[in-house]
């Protein structure tokens, strides 16, 4: 499937990344999403991408379309070369006009400003200026079936031109001109998109700081005529897999890279929230955007452009911006007949206040206009995702990776969380205590070696670490057995098993050993292993406790082990011995009893932390624990999952508060605008200002306590 991703300037409310959306659907396209925060525009297509035909209608109804060949700089030479692109520029040319119009509320008349014909001269550029834009808009928007809150800009500035119009050739005198009120809706509303412009730029601060980092300078290695090394400076997006780099102290990492000479330390805080610096030594990874504190390396390079660390990060918080969780819906549903509503309640307006209560035509007309202009489905649409967008920078910053939105609000509902124990809870750097074998020790370490390398358990990663040879087996058949162990097969139809105490108990009467190494059915040996608890994982359970949340052990460990552990960390409760299959039918008795979050790293969590409510993996965790999580904590990140449940919890009451104030100002804004206590241009200003109190309160995620 062809896949495509576009800014899209000029959305200014929900109504309008509807349409946009209902548009790219109509044209057959799929997995379209479309975010209002972030101005952004996926989606895909089995068949080939008409993009020009996309861009001209998009264009039509409004908005503008840059693509992925746009530079940053080549699109603010565009903004800056075009007169009056940006809505503050709009501003600024209409404002000189505005106040020669309101300059009847001065002390001091000016007596020819007054003149009918001089008001329509002066208000003409700015009423043509904003038909222009909200005109156009307006009517794109109405043609594609999902009316935006342009409409109610620009039926209430044409009311209001159109009827002082009418009153200039009638001549009925200065109390029936109401070009000041065209004018001042005109030029407001451009303050007013440009100060929501501002506050969803300030939401976007996090992961704009991200991008930044992609562009670094680099020192490519490479060699002359003579094989001497010759060192250039290059942009990080022309390096390529396989370059050779020099990284010395101080300098940012451009790429994603393995060391093949030197040692260092390393600060990853941009990409894991870790603020102490990590050692790396030869053969290690260093992720793209970090910083050498100190020492000089050689590396080649593993990964460029979409396919490194840092760049999954973005996208992965971008799609989760893109996501709608549940309590959007309620708004999106609203904002989706909320332009037609206040239509009519405009309409209604008008009426009973010219039938009813006797107000003169005038005056009823710019109470109906003020209704237009004062209703603000903007708050509404940008309620949800200007909170998600401050909630996942901040998460992101401290190298916790949301995959979705959803999580962010399911974490509100968490009251029990279930951990793996090797390499979750432990930190699966194990060590080889003790071992007993019944065959030549050298050709036990070799069986061993040769079996385990196939595995990728944490224990059977630490053993081959240990006992690595280069003489090893050759298997007519390997097959690794989730929940068990490996299994192999040799030329002369042997059959080895190396595991956990289930493929011995019909041998061994003690599980005291970690691993047992079988040779046609028959115990050759076994292998004691000891593990570490992390440092962190007493303080991590002690915040849960405090916080009634109830802790949960899962493993695939013994029942000794595994209550041992769970008494000295002081969990609930614990399930040991368990199957990958065993896993899944815990998890789904937990998830009954109440919404359940798992961590884990291993094979044989998968399917287990698909099933939980909130599936949480590590950073090192296999590729199939982090494809099957919701949650993904980088750089061992056990420490920070409090700050991601704390995050989750009160992104959701962020959304709660703003949704209240969209609603809330509407409620009594249009009433209170009906009745006549609100003119046209303080309705226009008091709408632009919704949106950044709004902002405000999102961006105060910032730095609010959460845990």
């Not at 097969?489 to 691993?515: C, F, P, Q, R, V």
């Not at 009634?548 to 000295?568: A, F, P, R």
Request: charged share 20%; aromatic share 8%; proline share 3%.
């Amino acid at each position: 499937m062809e896949k495509v991703e576009w800014k899209v300037e000029g959305m200014t409310c929900s109504t309008c990344a509807l349409s946009v959306t209902k548009y790219l659907e109509k044209q057959g396209l799929k997995d379209v999403k479309v975010s209002l925060a972030t101005g952004e525009a996926a989606f895909g297509s089995e068949e080939k991408i008409e993009k020009e035909k996309l861009v001209k209608g998009l264009g039509q109804l409004g908005y503008k379309v840059i693509d992925e060949h746009h530079t940053a700089d080549e699109t603010s030479k565009v903004k800056r070369d075009k007169w009056l692109h940006s809505p503050l520029q709009k501003f600024w040319f209409c404002l000189p006009f505005t106040l020669l119009l309101s300059a009847h509320m001065l002390p001091i008349h000016i007596h020819f400003l007054m003149n009918p014909w001089v008001q329509f001269g002066l208000c003409l550029p700015v009423f043509l200026l904003g038909m222009d834009y909200f005109g156009k808009s307006a009517i794109s928007s109405i043609r594609n079936g999902v009316p935006n809150m342009n409409v109610l800009i620009a039926i209430g500035a044409l009311s209001a031109f159109v009827y002082s119009l009418i009153a200039t050739f009638m001549n009925l005198g200065d109390d029936h001109l109401y070009y000041e009120s065209a004018a001042t809706i005109i030029t407001l509303v451009f303050l007013g998109y440009w100060m929501e412009a501002r506050s969803v730029a300030v939401t976007q601060k996090a992961l704009n700081s991200l991008k930044a980092e992609q562009k670094v300078m680099a020192n490519m290695i490479a060699f002359d005529d003579e094989h001497k090394e010759q060192i250039f400076r290059v942009e990080s997006s022309q390096l390529r897999n396989g370059d050779l780099l020099l990284i010395r102290t101080g300098e940012h990492v451009p790429t994603d890279c393995k060391i093949l000479w030197g040692d260092c330390t390393v600060n990853e805080a941009i990409l894991t929230g870790e603020s102490l610096p990590i050692e790396k030594h030869p053969k290690d990874i260093l992720i793209g955007a970090s910083i050498l504190e100190e020492g000089t390396v050689k590396a080649q390079v593993t990964a460029t452009g979409k396919d490194t660390v840092l760049a999954s990060i973005i996208m992965l918080a971008k799609e989760a911006q893109g996501e709608k969780p549940p309590i959007q819906q309620l708004a999106d549903k609203i904002s989706a007949v909320f332009v037609p509503a206040v239509l009519i309640i405009s309409v209604v307006t008008l009426l009973a206040n010219y039938y009813f209560f006797h107000i003169p035509f005038d005056k009823s007309l710019m109470r109906s206009i003020a209704v237009l202009v004062i209703a603000c489905p903007c708050a509404m649409g940008l309620a949800t995702p200007a909170a998600i967008a401050v909630g996942l920078g901040r998460s992101a910053r401290k190298g916790i990776l949301f995959k979705d939105a959803k999580s962010l609000e399911l974490f509100k509902n968490i009251r029990q969380v279930v951990f793996d124990k090797t390499g979750t809870l432990t930190t699966g750097q194990f060590q080889i205590s003790n071992f007993e074998s019944l065959i030549d020790e050298q050709d036990f370490r070799k069986l061993v070696y040769s079996l385990e390398k196939y595995s990728n358990h944490p224990i059977a990663r630490s053993v081959i670490k240990q006992w690595r040879t280069n003489d090893t087996i050759s298997w007519k058949t390997v097959e690794e057995i989730k929940g068990i162990g490996v299994k192999a097969t040799d030329h002369e139809g042997n059959t080895y098993l190396a595991g956990s105490w289930k493929i011995a108990e019909h041998l061994a009467d003690k599980k005291t050993h970690n691993i047992y190494i079988l040779k046609n059915d028959s115990l050759v040996g076994s292998i004691d292993i000891t593990d570490e608890i992390r440092p962190e994982a007493q303080s991590v359970i002690n915040y849960f406790k405090v916080h009634n949340i109830k802790t949960v052990l899962l493993s695939g460990d013994s029942d000794e082990k595994c209550k041992v552990l769970t008494e000295k960390l002081g969990m609930d409760r614990f399930y040991a011995e368990q199957t990958p299959e065993q896993k899944l039918e815990v998890i789904s008795t937990l998830n009954k009893e109440t919404p359940t979050a798992m961590v884990g790293d291993g094979i044989n969590d998968a399917a287990a932390l698909a099933k939980a409510t909130i599936g949480i993996s590590l950073s090192d965790a296999t590729e199939l624990a982090r494809q099957n999580s919701q949650v993904i904590l980088m750089n061992h990140g056990l420490n920070q999952l409090p700050l991601a449940l704390g995050l989750g919890k009160h992104t959701f009451i962020t959304i709660k508060q703003n949704l209240f104030w969209a609603f809330f100002y509407n409620i009594i804004a249009i009433p209170v605008a009906a009745m006549g206590y609100l003119t046209p241009g303080i309705a226009a200003l008091a709408m632009g200002f919704s949106d950044v109190i709004l902002a405000i309160n999102s961006v105060r995620l910032n730095w609010k306590k959460v845990i």
